[in-house]
């Protein structure tokens, strides 16, 4: 590409040449301008070229030995359910639905967000609004107590 480039503008000189212009006139200064630009523009993406290549070898290298630390990892858990460890606490998530005053979609959140201590918004995907905020300002959704409220009525 970029030699193909080079060519062109090897070409465009040697038009502008036979144009026989004043060498100081402007008509002149304008195109030895743009063909100086031009150059420059196709040293620019050569540099960007090798630039790429040069990335492009070391994503590969990078990305062939990552595959083969990953072949090692795996050799000695063929046997192991690798599935086991990914969901083990997936069943011990609860989960809290809210309606959504503007839309009414349910929106589902961790139960975590109402016991949380930094503020958090939760917002409706479908509309952006917001639906619940762990602030105090917003009421607990139905049938949720904050821990501290449980732990209270189990001390009495």
Sequence with gaps: MVDDLREK???????AEGLKLEEGSDEAKIIKQIIDVLADLTDEVEELQVAVEDLEDYLDEE??????EDEEECEGDEFEDEDDDVYD???DIDYVEVECPQCHDIICF???IVD??????VTCPNCNKVVYVNDG???L???WKKKEEDREQ???
């Design 89 to 91: 606490n997936a069943d």
């Design 9 to 15: 503008i090897a070409y465009l000189q040697g038009l």
């Design 116 to 121: 949380d201590e930094d503020v958090i918004e």
């Design 110 to 112: 961790e139960s975590d």
């Design 63 to 68: 990305l062939f030995v990552e595959e083969e």
């Design 137 to 139: 300002s917003m009421p």
């Design 141 to 143: 959704p139905k049938g």
């Design 154 to 156: 189990e001390d009495l």
